[in-house]
């Protein structure tokens, strides 16, 4: 069963009537804090809509098979060269806590964290994964951006995907192997809206609409046993 934990005054309840099955909503309806909603594991055609406050996001739990996503995982640890990336904090450069690469189009040349990116070629194995959630999505990307996190003391803090050269309102699709972690959302102005999402082996997230306006994300450090994971953010790059 996949579990949403809901870390808000705010309910994020199973709509029972009116709209589509699998449906996770933020409603006015009070609920304890802490609160676990449980959802049957089994794929929608369309995903497991998050219908975020201001927000847009779509679940699908298992979108690649175990034995699929194992490959997966293999390929992309054994052939990707992850790299140490320092980010500019206080006018110091630090490391990040975890490793990184950076592929797509030619073109797609990225901003973030006060650094260009410059696009390695895409892999036929990510070639595969970009045409599986191009599918889900319904639209193309030309360039993803992939984390490895190597054990509960990697982690991303709290951002938004907004650079500017993803337009307005961009469609994110995450890709997530290996060990399962905690994804957060919060909301930027009404703080104590949040909506916790254990990404598992084989899980496709897409976030979209004014998700990335409205809300931010982090993929929290842990202290727990957690073992390698390794995330795909599918993104487009200056396609407006
Ligand atoms: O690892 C994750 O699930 C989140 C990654 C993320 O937010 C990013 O790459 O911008
Ligand atoms: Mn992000």
Do not use: M
């Given at each position: 069963m996949l579990q949403c934990i809901i870390v808000d005054r705010l309910a994020a309840v199973?709509?029972?009537?009116?709209?589509?099955?699998g449906t996770v909503r933020h409603s006015a309806a009070a609920a304890k804090l802490g609160s676990v909603e449980t959802l049957p594991l089994a794929d929608e055609p369309d995903g497991?809509?998050?219908?975020?406050?201001e927000g847009e996001a779509r679940l699908w739990p298992a979108a690649f098979d175990a034995s699929e996503a194992n490959r997966l995982f293999q390929d992309l640890r054994g052939q990707i060269d992850w790299r140490e990336e320092e980010i500019l904090m206080f006018g110091r450069r630090v490391p990040v806590p975890r490793r990184v690469a950076w592929h797509g189009d030619p073109e797609a040349t990225y901003t973030y964290s006060g650094t260009e990116h410059h696009p390695q070629p895409w892999t036929l194995v990510l070639e595969r994964v970009r045409e599986r959630v191009a599918g889900l999505a319904g639209l193309h990307f030309n360039a993803v951006l992939l984390n490895l996190y190597r054990d509960g003391r990697d982690g991303m803090g709290w951002h938004a995907d907004?650079?500017?050269?993803?337009?307005?309102?961009p469609v994110i699709a995450s890709v997530s192997l290996g060990a399962t972690r905690r994804f957060c959302l919060r909301h930027r102005r009404r703080k104590g809206l949040r909506l916790d999402v254990p990404l598992s082996h084989g899980s496709v997230l897409v976030m979209s609409g004014a998700t990335q306006h409205n809300w931010v994300h982090a993929l929290p450090k842990t202290a727990a046993p957690v073992g390698e994971r390794i995330n795909l953010t599918f993104r487009r790059v200056g396609l407006t």
């Open positions: 199973r709509q029972s009537q009116g709209t589509a099955r497991r809509v998050l219908e975020l406050f907004d650079e500017p050269e993803l337009g307005r309102n």
